[in-house]
Antibody, heavy 116, light 110 residues
Framework: EVQLLESGGELVQPGGSLRLSCAAS????????MHWVRQAPGKGLEWVSV????????YYADSVKGRFTISRDNSKNTLFLQMNSLRAEDTAVYYC?????????WGQGTMVTVSS | QAGLTQPPSVSKGLRQTATLTCTGN????????AAWLQQHQGHAPKLLSY???NRPSGISERFSAARSGNTASLTITGLQPEDEADYYC???????????FGGGTKLTVL
């Protein structure tokens, strides 16, 4: 069964840092681009970042560029999102999603709350 | 980054047909088409359709997608209570080098 499991979300103060993980199973991880997509409480989906299967092809949304870094460890079938200089507006559920033509498989999400 | 435009809400009756729209430009929807996702309250999104009208396995034939110019559409026939959800469109924007989402349409089945 194809599965994505996010972790690492928690309450963090403004200006702080957090590292999210997404453990993948049930498919050839290195063959697929992977995304992070977030959803603020009561709001719509917002794309955050993508990374190609071999670690290239990295792109970011303007709202996180320079603060967030996406990476992956194909030996451990794990996707990461390093988030620095966090702001209140980064508060959201963060989903990882596998790309096969589009976002075909999603994790259950992990909640990040930025507040003092 | 500019997103795609979707109507905030659509209401239709049981067993009726709903058509949801998603308007972008020639750099996104008009270029490679749009993907459509369904999200029930409290759950992760689910892919319904990608590119022109490709459905992942397990997605009902009641869901069909199309595109005309810079506007994509999702038609849901024979509306069922379980179709009540938020629907999002998304596309790769070649000028922004970014994926963009629509604001979402809340579908109510009366």
């Amino acid at each position: 069964e194809v599965q994505l499991l996010e972790s690492g979300g928690e309450l963090v103060q403004p200006g702080g840092s957090l590292r999210l993980s997404c453990a993948a199973s049930g498919f050839t991880f290195s063959s697929n681009a992977m995304h992070w997509v977030r959803q603020a409480p009561g709001k719509g989906l917002e794309w955050v970042s993508v990374i190609g299967g071999r670690g290239g092809g990295i792109y970011y949304a303007d709202s996180v560029k320079g603060r967030f870094t996406i990476s992956r460890d194909n030996s451990k079938n794990t996707l990461f999102l390093q988030m620095n200089s966090l702001r209140a507006e980064d508060t959201a559920v963060y989903y990882c999603a596998k790309e096969k033509d589009a976002f075909d498989i999603w994790g259950q999400g992990t909640m990040v709350t930025v507040s003092s | 980054q500019a997103g795609l435009t979707q109507p905030p809400s659509v209401s239709k009756g049981l067993r009726q047909t709903a058509t949801l729209t998603c308007t972008g430009n020639s750099n996104n929807v008009g270029n490679q088409g749009a993907a459509w996702l369904q999200q029930h309250q409290g759950h992760a999104p689910k892919l319904l359709s990608y590119r022109k009208n490709n459905r992942p396995s397990g997605i009902s034939e009641r869901f069909s997608a199309a595109r005309s110019g810079n506007t994509a559409s999702l038609t849901i026939t024979g509306l069922q209570p379980e179709d009540e959800a938020d629907y999002y469109c998304s596309a790769w924007d070649s000028s922004l080098s970014a994926w963009v989402f629509g604001g979402g349409t809340k579908l109510t089945v009366l």
